[in-house]
Antibody, heavy 119, light 113 residues
Framework: EVYLVESGGGLVQPGGSLRLSCAAS????????MNWVRQAPGKGLEWVSS????????FYADSVKGRFTVSRDNSRNTLLLQMYSLRAEDTAVYFC????????????WGQGTVVAVSS | DIVMTQSPDSLLVSLGERATINCKSS????????????LAWYQQKPGQPPKLLIS???TRESGVPDRFSGSGSGTDFTLTISSLQAEDVAVYYC?????????FGQGTRLEIK
């Protein structure tokens, strides 16, 4: 059974920063692309960012490009999302999701961590 | 960007009846070299993360009941639940992973009639 546990969410003022973490276990973390997907309150799913298994390739949604940075530590089976210049529209549940084998679907998801941006 | 459009937005179906959800992509997501459609379907129940049901448009994930099936190719896809059960009440999303940015449909809310 794959386990993904997000942490680091919270309430932050507009313009502030947060760092999300995702602890992974029970699979070979270094083999898979990892992803962040978010869901604003009462809304649908929005892909945020992906990072390839070796950490050398990263991808971002236009809505977060230049403000968010994804990284990973394969020695600690951890995925990170550093978020800067947060806006009210970044308020959402942030899910960590494991990429599939040979395809960028999301085959396992964490429970999510809540980020609320408000003054 | 590839726009994914689902229909309908909501669906009322009686227990035991068939439920059909459609998903249309704004451009093809069929990769000709391997003849694979880069489309996934997810189920999300209230308060839970999404769950992958189907990848490659029609490959059911391990443990997913066989009443769930996916079909279609190119730009038009369908998720079918052959005989609706009470536990199938959820929001269903399609997603393309053909190229970045990956995009989801807006979701279809499925309820019992």
């Amino acid at each position: 059974e794959v386990y993904l546990v997000e942490s680091g969410g919270g309430l932050v003022q507009p313009g502030g920063s947060l760092r999300l973490s995702c602890a992974a276990s029970d699979f070979t973390f270094s083999t898979y692309t990892m992803n962040w997907v978010r869901q604003a309150p009462g809304k649908g799913l929005e892909w945020v960012s992906s990072i390839r298994n070796n950490g050398h390739e990263t991808f971002y949604a236009d809505s977060v490009k230049g403000r968010f940075t994804v990284s990973r530590d394969n020695s600690r089976n951890t995925l990170l999302l550093q978020m800067y210049s947060l806006r009210a529209e970044d308020t959402a549940v942030y899910f960590c999701a494991k990429g599939g084998w040979r395809g960028d679907f999301f085959d396992f998801w964490g429970q999510g961590t809540v980020v609320a941006v408000s003054s | 960007d590839i726009v994914m459009t689902q229909s309908p937005d909501s669906l009322l179906v009686s227990l035991g009846e068939r439920a059909t959800i459609n998903c249309k992509s704004s451009q093809t997501i069929l990769y000709r070299s391997n003849k694979k459609n880069y489309l996934a379907w997810y189920q999300q129940k209230p308060g839970q993360p999404p769950k992958l049901l189907i990848s490659w448009a029609s490959t059911r994930e391990s443990g997913v009941p066989d009443r769930f099936s996916g079909s279609g190719s190119g730009t038009d896809f369908t998720l079918t639940i052959s005989s609706l059960q009470a536990e199938d009440v959820a929001v269903y999303y399609c997603q393309q992973y053909y190229y970045f940015p990956y995009t989801f449909g807006q979701g279809t809310r499925l309820e019992i009639k």
